[in-house]
């Protein structure tokens, strides 16, 4: 037998028994489907009945009023036969010939030179282009729909549209069909492989790998800045992290993460990690870690949240520290309980925060963005039943609809790389952290959605009731850093800054490149994405008004908001030690709580 032969006698061998694998992991993962299935009640945070009834009303005002849509039809018409002649002429004359229409700078789906240089790929792409932007296109143009409806569609068409994509297809992606040939098709049986290890590592529910989730261990390799945790109650655990200098600021600094996502977006690698970085500046920091809750949880209120999280954490300070005031800082939900917290405390007399940053967080939710598509009565109606069975949403539903908000980033891109190419995912920290998921207590997340996304209460002076307290962030009369970053999909800028006026102190507003995480966790040494400020000294009423005669900065805006913070630091004092006061340690950082994973 030749080598050759030999050689292709093992690939052989090989593929069959990736191939008697892939079966039999089938096979158990039949089995296990009737568990799994009996513990699914059929809710998806998108819908299938809900999204069934938008284009169902869209098509009963479609028909009312079809004289755009035929035009618009007879444009698309037009475009996909200019699209063949074009490319018949290349096919004729080999001659270079100006596209119908070309992808977006930023689509990132059609950078292989293929999609240009083989006419085929590019006949495709066009088509497809063209389709897609038609979609888009006429659902924008059906009358008498409401405002909600409208972005429904709008979104729902996106979603339907960017999975039609011929990228995200093996026979019609000029990268996977290289890797196919090139490989033997032994590209498709790892991604045949990485799929099932999504599926049953979700229990029947699609997990998407994202990361390589072996790379990371909280408390080991991210997470690592040196702290202890002093307090703890059901809700969270208090982490008080060592200094790094002689001496610090006389008041404390309390940071109060989101419960959607874990904390240590602020404290990743050592290089980017904000909680380190505040350490040497001098600061004394605490930061509440949010409990990942189970059933148990399913009757906590947001009260609950004020009182067992910052209203805690500031008694356990002044024990740790016997300091009574602090500054504090909220971070996207975390910034929304902090905003209601501050303003039950001014109704209470209780000035024990001197000043309040806010991070890329919604206080006003009329324009709250893509997030608000998922977001109405039948939605919510839908959500309050699956989470009164199981006493909670869980923490992939949540992964879901932020997946979805850019799915071409956080699904297909992966989907054609995971399972196409059968690539194994590259070791990312930000995406190990995005997909390291929390559960949302029904009672709390039922009133959050209702009352701040749903109705925007929040904005409206004593439209909700915390503790028997009419909650008015206008009596909030602190100083204020607010931070918004530009191309946040979560929090829009334009949205924060309605909220940041809200309150009545004196606000700084700063403005952050990209996005709500790349945005905030942007250190110094990166010296990426820049920041605005604007001077004046109230915020105009109009976002487009502030921007247009604000000042433009390199690099990060955390000095910047160090030098702002340190005039309500008081004077210097010696360097505290976690456990030098009236707390005793209970555990090393990063604590346990977060260390609790879900799928």
Known sequence: MTAGAKQDAENAKRLAGELAAITEKCRRLMEQQADWMADDDGFRILHPMVVSKAFQDMMVKALEDPAELIK?????????????????????????????????????????????????????????????????????????????????????????????????????????????????????????????????????????????????????????????????????????????????????????????????????????????????????????????????????????????????????????????????????????????????????????????????????????????????????ALMDEHMARTGYLEGHHLADAFSMLRDNDLIWSFVVRNYLLGREPMPFDILYWNSDSTHMPATMHSFYLRNMYLRNLLRVPKGIRIGGVGIDLGKVRLPTYYLSTREDHIAPWKSTYAGARLLSGPVHFVLGGSGHVAGVVNPPVAAKYGYWTNEAEALPAEPDEWLAGATGHEGSWWGDWDGWVAQFGGKQVAARQPGDGGLAPIEDAPGSYVKKRIV
């Open 72 to 380: 618009d039809q007879v444009a698309y018409w037009t475009n996909l036969t200019e699209v063949w002649q074009r490319t018949t002429a290349r096919f004729l004359s080999d001659a270079p010939v100006d596209p119908v229409v070309s992808p977006a700078p930023e689509d990132r789906r059609f950078k292989d030179q293929a999609w240009v240089e083989g006419p085929l790929f590019d006949l495709l792409k066009q088509c497809y282009l063209l389709t897609a932007r038609h979609m888009q296109s006429s659902v924008g143009k059906v009358k008498g729909l409401d405002p909600h409806t409208q972005r429904k569609l709008q979104f729902y068409t996106r979603q339907m549209a960017d999975a039609m994509s011929p990228a995200n297809f093996a026979a019609t992606n000029p990268e996977v069909i290289r890797a196919t040939v090139d490989s033997r098709g032994e590209n498709l049986l790892k991604g045949m492989t990485h799929l099932l290890d999504d599926i049953e590592r979700g229990h029947g529910h699609w997990s998407l790998k994202l990361t390589d989730l072996d790379s990371f261990q909280v408390g080991e390799n991210i997470a690592v800045t040196p702290g202890k945790v002093v307090f703890q109650n059901e809700m969270m655990q208090l982490l008080q992290y060592a200094p790094s200098t002689e001496t610090v600021h006389q008041r404390p600094l309390l940071i109060v993460p989101p419960w959607i996502n874990k904390f240590y977006i602020l404290d990743l690698k050592p290089q980017n990690s904000f909680i380190k970085w505040a350490v040497a500046q001098g600061h004394t920091v605490f930061l509440v870690s949010w409990v990942n809750p189970d059933k148990s949880y399913a009757g906590k209120t947001f009260e609950e949240y004020m009182h067992q999280g910052p209203l805690a954490a500031l008694d356990a300070i002044e024990q740790a520290t016997g300091e009574r005031r602090v500054n504090a800082i909220g971070y996207c939900i975390g910034g929304t309980l902090m905003a209601i917290t501050l303003a039950y405390m001014a109704a209470k007399r209780d000035r024990r925060i001197a000043s309040i940053t806010f991070f890329t967080s919604l206080l006003d939710f009329a324009e709250a963005g893509d997030i608000s598509v998922f977001i109405d009565e039948d939605q919510l």
